[in-house]
Protein backbone atom coordinates (compact mmCIF):
# COMPACT_ATOMS: atom_id res chain seq x y z
CA UNK A 1 0.00 0.00 0.00
CA UNK A 2 1.21 3.93 -0.70
CA UNK A 3 0.51 5.70 2.02
CA UNK A 4 1.69 9.09 2.32
CA UNK A 5 2.36 10.18 5.88
CA UNK A 6 0.56 13.64 6.49
CA UNK A 7 2.77 15.86 8.03
CA UNK A 8 -0.22 17.38 10.10
CA UNK A 9 0.93 15.63 13.64
CA UNK A 10 3.23 17.84 15.59
CA UNK A 11 3.65 21.17 14.32
CA UNK A 12 1.27 23.17 11.94
CA UNK A 13 3.08 26.16 11.70
CA UNK A 14 3.43 27.09 8.32
CA UNK A 15 6.74 29.10 7.54
CA UNK A 16 6.53 32.51 6.88
CA UNK A 17 8.61 34.95 4.71
CA UNK A 18 9.87 36.92 7.96
CA UNK A 19 11.46 39.60 5.33
CA UNK A 20 7.81 41.08 4.48
CA UNK A 21 6.36 40.41 8.00
CA UNK A 22 9.11 42.69 9.50
CA UNK A 23 7.72 45.73 10.78
CA UNK A 24 3.97 44.45 10.00
CA UNK A 25 1.66 45.24 13.56
CA UNK A 26 -0.56 42.42 12.91
CA UNK A 27 1.68 39.62 13.60
CA UNK A 28 4.67 42.03 15.15
CA UNK A 29 7.27 40.87 13.14
CA UNK A 30 5.98 36.86 12.74
CA UNK A 31 4.63 36.27 9.86
CA UNK A 32 1.97 34.12 11.77
CA UNK A 33 -1.37 35.08 13.91
CA UNK A 34 -2.91 32.53 16.01
CA UNK A 35 -6.27 31.96 14.89
CA UNK A 36 -9.28 31.72 17.32
CA UNK A 37 -8.64 28.26 17.26
CA UNK A 38 -5.26 28.25 18.33
CA UNK A 39 -3.67 27.33 15.37
CA UNK A 40 -1.10 29.14 13.72
CA UNK A 41 -1.43 30.38 10.07
CA UNK A 42 0.12 33.00 7.64
CA UNK A 43 -0.50 36.57 7.98
CA UNK A 44 -2.94 37.76 5.75
CA UNK A 45 -1.62 41.57 6.03
CA UNK A 46 1.71 40.72 5.08
CA UNK A 47 2.21 37.32 3.35
CA UNK A 48 0.56 36.57 0.58
CA UNK A 49 0.40 33.20 0.01
CA UNK A 50 -0.48 32.92 -3.87
CA UNK A 51 0.38 36.41 -5.10
CA UNK A 52 3.12 37.06 -4.29
CA UNK A 53 5.88 35.32 -6.79
CA UNK A 54 9.13 33.16 -4.97
CA UNK A 55 12.11 34.69 -5.04
CA UNK A 56 14.41 34.44 -8.42
CA UNK A 57 16.49 31.21 -7.30
CA UNK A 58 17.75 30.47 -10.92
CA UNK A 59 19.11 33.62 -12.45
CA UNK A 60 19.91 33.85 -16.24
CA UNK A 61 24.06 33.47 -15.45
CA UNK A 62 24.72 32.74 -19.35
ZN1 LIG B 1 2.01 40.33 9.25
Do not use: F, K, Y
Not at 32 to 38: I, K, L
Amino acid sequence: MAHIPAPHSGSPTPRPDVALARGCERCNGWGTVVTPEGRHELCAACQQPTSAPPPAVTAPNS
